[in-house]
């Protein structure tokens, strides 16, 4: 990293600069001038300027768009830089204009001064007995200055309390105590340096664990005031399950008070409480439990394929297992500090690698975990949150496209730890893209996605689909045991696989380190077929995994094939628990349709927004159909933001945030998120009511996942499908992809209401086009203005642009922007009056009759709509129930009547039947009658044919 400028104090970033006047001038006072001395800036003790740790998870507390804005976009601040306090830097300007610049500091602001002494193996006793002796201190200094900073609060006040501890030199000084007090504590179970260390090595659960107790000895004893057990009576449904104290505090601090049922079912095996897999074949998974234990391994943490309905919880049912490890563990501090000594090179490996199809559940996934870290340091309501004690948590980096890849790098290396200041972060929250573009020109990071403890691939089927993520094949094959040893097997002699120009370049450096043995796979969607289970089966037979085999495999697999294919299960057979008997969908939900003509979907639209306002996702298939349809919800005064992948991330984040944080009032009770699919998957908005398929997706995974952004974690919700004539026969193909027999209900409307919005909409869209082609006219003019300027020839106001245009022309401008201004207020107009709905008089309120009286009456009680008089103010789910429910007894009816029907009309053909029959008797045997009549008239006739002959005879 390149050093900062020289300047005293230096940091960038507002917040840095207002401190740095007066950080200077305490400085300055703090430390007798006598003592210092000019100095090589080079060998000075500089330190590395972090983000604000809340801008680095981006998590609880910190939306989305506050974390992009602290990272400030525009100048790239933290950027390399470096920052050192208590530093005098003398400018002086010689006789020839020349500048020289002086740094003068005391002695103790040298590096070699603060270079801890490397402790020799024989002095590994006194050093234990030292550090048991300096943890004494160190507990006193919990209360200092950094300790009392509230971390959870804004980022700003975060950095200026840090700041202000940096500006005190006596608590700089007890800081670097302690700091390393801790870490001669951490050396003294450090292997010694002469001791090899395998770095192929992989280090199993056990030893992990016990090399972090021990070198987190006084972190440990530090945290013992909050490491009370937990009392299990207050959260008891979550009392079976294992977990670390704080992070049952912190479930109980969100009010997760009983785990989801996939939460339930996954976790025992993520955990190791289970061992037969929940898959119908429990014969042979007896068979593996039974070998597992027998190998004396009785507690084997297995691999777990998880599908469950949208909204079910499944983040947190990878997400606790993860967490529970590495707040147990603490993989990464110790494993790096273990390997720091003997072999320096070797990264530590990372806690969990989670991968993402888009940046928007990855970025939601990173501030879901982190959001139950932060209140994992909450150990009553009435205690802050240190910032010591976040650092001692799991840390969570997001990498994805849109964010600066520089920036991106700097969070992976996380927030300095007092144990281990390189350890990194823990979890790497991904989208599949973003992170081989870094890991591919990042050797550490690619060693330590070798030996991840956890490979998550949330949206599973979504990430395999083919030529969706070239790259996920190149993450996967990191972790993959037999693609790691193809390289090794090629420099004998008997490389496998193609070779192909793109593996040569999937195969880069990882400091030799293997693809970790003990990693624990979760792979979660709400879609993924019942079919995974049989090639589960199946892949159990395969011995071991070949690139040839994989080839071999690709021609004719399925999604779910090429899944099991690609991921290296260190399970020979993972838990599968699959909750979707139905069609994945939430039990909360209620699907409905409407059916109408194409050029009809913008007034049905508008009618369902308006007629039950809320929250609402429309899901369009293509940017074009956003485009068209943002403004003209704008014209309709229909808050609306857009969600596409050509908008800039910042802005989907902002457009996001905006839709969430939508508050009903009086004046905008609506709110519409216009997505395309980019926003289907995994998306959590709390209380989205409703769903609109505006177009009809593609495909019944989609379908699903669309409509599952409403209705989540047991609440309702109601997903609306437009269908025009066209998409008829595609609706037929989903619904038996979802193995659906009946149809789902039709949309009650209220057609006197649609005709009377039809004049609204019909108005907004000729706005539309006429502001579009008035857009188009002032570009064209513009381009012929500025090709006028060019050939410098000049253009007068009062004549239209082209002056070979008809008279009639000129000025056409004008007029068209005077139609439309005219439109526009008439549509203005429109929209200022409620919608009265016919028979309804606005002079007479009390009049009217009885309809008039209701009216009154609602209003009286505020039970009426508040945009549309004289309609009452339902919701739709409420709508669409009474709709069923009215119509279900005129169903019997009809199922009664069509069974009396067809009772008679059994009868009758029973009747005709008998006629029919007796007929067909009758006539059978007049037929024979006859039959046998001609046939012994025949015979009588040849007798007497004969008998002439016979006479003759
Ligand atoms: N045990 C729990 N109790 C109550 N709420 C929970 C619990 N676990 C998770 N939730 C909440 O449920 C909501 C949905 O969770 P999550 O996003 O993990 O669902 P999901 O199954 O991944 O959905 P999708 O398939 O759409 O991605 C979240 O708001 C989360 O906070």
Redesign the pocket.
Known sequence: MAKAAPATNQRSGSQAKRKKASSSAKASSSTPKQERKTVDPTKLAWSTVHLPSEAQSGGAGVTESDFFDSLNWDDDDFMGLQEIDDVDVLQETRDDGSRTITFRASERKLKSKQQQPAVAPSAKKETESAAATKSKPKKQSKKGPIEEVASDVEPDSAIDAIESADVTAATQDDLEADSDACETAVDVTLPAPGDAVDSDIDFDDDHLAEAFRNAHQLDLQDDQDDQAEFDDKLLPSWSHLPLHSDLKRALLHKG?N???EI?NRSIPFALGLEQAAASSDDSEDDNIAAASTAAGNPRRKRDVVGV?Q???????AYGLPILNYLFENAENAIASSSRRTAADDVPPPLGALILCPTRELALQVSS?LTDLVRASCIVDDSTEITHKKLLRRPQIAVVCGGMSEQKQRRLLDGRSRQGDRNSGVDIIVATPGRLWEMTRLDDRLAARIKQTRFLVLDEADRMVEVGHFAEMEHILNLVNRSEARRPSEGKDGQQQGSGSDEDDEAEIETHGVKPSSSMQTFIFS?TLSKALQVNLKRRKKLKQFTKKRHLKRQDNATTLDELMDRVDFRDAAPAVIDLTPGQGLPEGLMETKIECVGKDKDLYLYYFLLRYPGRTLVFVNSIDGIRRLTPLLAQLNVVCYPIHSQLQQKQRLKNLDRFRAFNRTAKTNNCVLLATDVAA??L?I?SVEHVVHYQLPRSADTYV?RS?RTA??GSTGVALALIEPKEKQLWSKLCRAMSRKTDIATFPISFSTLSLLRDRVELALAIDKQTHSANKQQHDDNWLAKLAEEADLALSDDDDVDPDAPKSRRGGRKVEEAKLNEMKSRLSTMLARPITMKGLSHRYLTAGGLQGSAWVDDMVRSQNHGEILGVENTDARTELQSRQQAEQPSRKKQKTEKGAKAAKVAAVSADTAKTVAATAAASAAAETMSNKTKKNKKKQHQRQKIKPYQKKE
Do not use: I, N, V
């Open positions: 997760f009983q785990p989801t939460q469950s949208t909204g079910s919880g499944k983040t947190l879901h709400a998957r995994g959590d709390p996942h599952g989540r974690a």
